[in-house]
């Protein structure tokens, strides 16, 4: 039998209204299926899914796998892992591609375990080069650095992507997709995790994330008291403060306020970045600003490299001033 | 109880010298530090054993230098120490990782109760070792854990998950990742650094001594290959100023406030104001 070259995109549905990464997946894996004459195939597991059927139904899945059932009720990686596992062993997808959440994560790395193959994090870009290999494009060695990454061997292959990497298609409610319902697996339990509770909190970030104006400060601020500066500056300016790891760590800031890999994904209209190197963690959660102002001592930071402006000064000593400046042109 | 402890050793700074003809990092020319994700989980376990009593053993995989991150950890209060250092082991993506991990728990600690790991190493942060792992073990696991408590045998943890606060519980064996955000790590003692690095109990061991398959470790057991590794290059063509802090505010706002107005939806052309 000709072996069909499905690409799977597993629904992460929890948060839909915040998080697109999965219509965003659905629209990449449409392009590389197109040119691997290949079926893009939705993966939708859960209890009460009918409605994220029909939204990654018009959003590019040709086919859809649900797996609508009471067992899986709890939205838990462990459970669902096995799930994909059952579901991917039966039907050998080429490819599946999960969005890099927290629960993606998670996921992803569980059922490539039980799969046995590899798994790349936080890809940036996906493609196919001109021998047809299924190229992975993701940072690397926690420095500065970007990997292309291919599995020669080890299938499916497998990848979480960054929110924000790739464009969503439009809703398109005539799209008709194949729709397989299937059961779980016979006797399917999780990994012997109970969940007792859970609710969502508030404030995470999310105006964070959604900021048109975000200021990003790094340890070249130089202490945390100079760091607070900058929630002035954002007061001012009317956006949020985001933060670079290594603040995060001296406890400058809190955790919401990370953004990179590992923390939020911006995608500001504005950005100012004082005292950031940047340094891959950092800018992979930054999508494409269109004005950038960056402020370092060194001219030749990542970060001041990537600046539509690029200010070299100390960082804090030009959010005092502009804090002043801003306040005497009346925005206060 | 015993406990096993997965310590990194990670660069010091965020920015690390590469070598660009090889695309190798420099990894010597870094210092290095115990990952403070990892430096958490340590102290989670730590705690445990004061409350409760318990054998904490750390493990980490890495060069010869990480031997100073496990004598770090034995300082803090870990019993014992094992480096996992061997060329072969060398280029491991996170399946042979955990793999190798696997193996080592399995020869070193094989009655172990409780796995705790950093849920991200501030130098990859790819964050799937942990659950990888509790996987090649068969271990109920959680990340991202920020509080946990044990009665008897049942662990119950809080974990945030893209913005869910959750509440698991689970029996032991069991594995946890933390957050760096947790667990706030103990000063290491002076005198405690001292005696670890006088006499602590820090072991080194090869893939031999893990029994591990050489077919499912380092490079040879990684499912990827980097076929191309470069610094992403910097797009733009952007303008420099330069000079006193206040000189270059008020040159940002001359030649680029009516740009920055335009994006903040704002007047900040200092005139008047209704």
């Known amino acids: ?332 | 109880m015993r406990i096993v402890v997965f310590v990194k050793q990670v660069p010091a700074v965020s920015e690390l010298p590469w070598d660009a003809k090889t695309g190798q990092l420099r990894r010597e020319a870094a210092e290095g530090m115990m990952d403070p994700a990892a430096k958490r989980a340590l102290e989670a376990a730590l705690r445990l054993k004061d409350a409760h009593g318990a054998q904490v053993i750390v493990i980490s995989m890495g060069p010869p230098s990480a031997e100073e991150t496990l004598r770090e950890a034995v300082a803090m209060g870990a019993d014992r120490g094992f480096l996992l250092c061997d060329p072969r082991l060398a280029g491991a993506d996170t399946l042979a990782t955990s793999y190798t991990l696997a193996r080592a728990v399995g020869a070193l600690s094989p009655d172990f109760d409780l796995i705790l790991l950093g849920c991200h190493s501030a130098d990859s942060e790819t964050g799937q070792v942990g659950p990888h792992l509790a996987e090649e073990l068969g271990l109920p696991a959680a990340a991202y854990v920020e509080k946990m408590a044990l009665k008897g045998r049942k662990l119950t943890v809080e974990r945030v998950s893209d913005g869910w606060l959750e509440t698991l519980e689970m029996d032991l064996p069991a594995l946890l990742t933390v957050t760096a955000r947790a667990f706030r790590p103990r000063p290491v003692p002076m005198t405690g650094l001292e005696q670890a690095f006088g006499q602590g109990e820090v072991f080194i061991l090869s893939a031999a001594d893990l029994r591990a398959d050489p077919e499912h470790v380092g490079w040879a057991g990684s499912a990827g290959r980097i076929i191309k590794i470069y610094a992403p290059a910097a797009q733009k063509k952007g303008e420099l100023i330069q000079g006193t802090p206040k000189a270059c505010v008020r040159e940002l706002m001359a030649r680029f406030g009516d740009r920055l107005g335009g994006l903040l939806a704002k007047d900040l052309s200092g005139e008047e104001q209704a």
Not at chain 1, 43 to 69: K, L, N, P, T
């Open chain 1, 1 to 332: 039998m000709n072996q069909e070259r499905a690409i799977w995109v597993v629904g992460d549905y929890r948060n839909y209204f915040q998080n697109r990464v999965t219509l965003q997946l659905l629209a990449k894996a449409g392009e590389l299926a197109a040119k691997m004459d290949g079926t893009v195939c939705a993966v939708v597991m859960g209890h009460g899914v009918e409605e994220w059927v029909g939204e990654y139904q018009a959003h590019g899945a040709q086919r859809i796998y649900v797996m609508d059932h009471p067992l899986l009720s709890e939205y838990l990686p462990g459970l669902f892992a096995r799930a994909l596992e059952s579901l991917a062993r039966q039907r050998r997808p080429e490819i599946i591609l999960i969005g890099a959440t927290s629960f993606g994560k998670e996921l992803a790395a569980r059922a490539a375990s039980r799969l046995g193959t590899g798994l790349t994090a936080d890809c940036v870009d996906l493609y196919l080069d001109q021998e047809g290999r299924f190229v992975q494009v993701a940072p690397a060695y926690g420095g500065n650095l970007l990997a292309e990454i291919v599995f020669p061997r080890h299938r499916p292959q497998m990848a979480t992507v960054r929110p924000g990497a790739f464009a969503e298609m439009p809703h398109d409610a005539s799209a008709r997709a194949e729709i397989i319902r299937l059961d779980p697996p016979a006797g399917l339990s999780g990994d012997g995790v109970r969940l007792v509770s859970c609710r969502r909190l508030g404030y995470q970030g999310e105006d964070l994330e959604n900021a048109k104006v975000v200021i990003c400060g790094g340890r070249g601020l130089g202490s945390r008291k100079k760091f607070k500066n900058l929630h002035e500056l954002a007061r001012l300016l009317g956006g949020e403060v985001g933060a670079t790891r290594p603040v995060v760590h001296a406890d400058w800031a809190e955790e919401e306020r990370l953004v990179g890999q590992a923390g939020k994904h911006i995608k500001p209209r504005l950005l100012f970045s004082l005292g950031v190197s940047g340094a891959i963690q950092h800018t992979a959660g930054i999508a494409d600003p269109e004005f950038t102002i960056a402020v370092n001592k060194n001219p030749l930071a990542v970060m001041m490299q990537k600046a539509d402006v690029a200010i070299k000064a100390d960082a804090h000593q030009v959010a005092l001033a502009l804090i002043r400046e801003l306040k005497a042109r009346g925005s206060s």
